[in-house]
């Protein structure tokens, strides 16, 4: 699933893979929603012409810019062995959903989403992903 994974998803250089089981693993990959691109200071995303989360100048000048980041860390957690992954991100409040706190959200539960609220939201979170890859 590692080369595989790492054609779908570009992941944040000088990351580790982190385990939380056996056999499921994240690391967190650049996005959009996180401002990686601007904080690369990259005007379009790499290969495409998308503009999302990057820098943009202002009147000509080389004043650099970007809109505020809707999320803290997004990352790919994936079980190393079916190749199963699930996507999780950490929202500021109000960044990727209308809520005034932080959470966590993760993509695909049965084909929607799932929010994890509060102090013990990634570790409800993770238990929900290891239950869902073990499958």
Known sequence: ?????KKIY???PCTLERKISK???WRPIKSWHSATYAGEKLEKIPNKEDRSGCMRIQ????????DIPKT????????KNTNDY???????????GCSTEYFWEIYPVNNDFERFFGENAE???????????NI
């Open 72 to 79: 803290v860390t997004h990352r790919i957690y994936w079980n």
């Open 1 to 5: 699933m590692e080369k595989e994974t």
């Open 59 to 66: 009147f000509n000048y080389p004043q650099e810019c970007c």
């Open 10 to 12: 570009d992941f944040i």
């Open 23 to 25: 056999n499921i693993v």
């Open 123 to 133: 570790q409800e979170m993770e238990d929900k992903i290891k239950k869902l890859l």
């Open 86 to 96: 699930i996507s999780a991100f950490l929202s500021y409040p109000d960044g990727m």
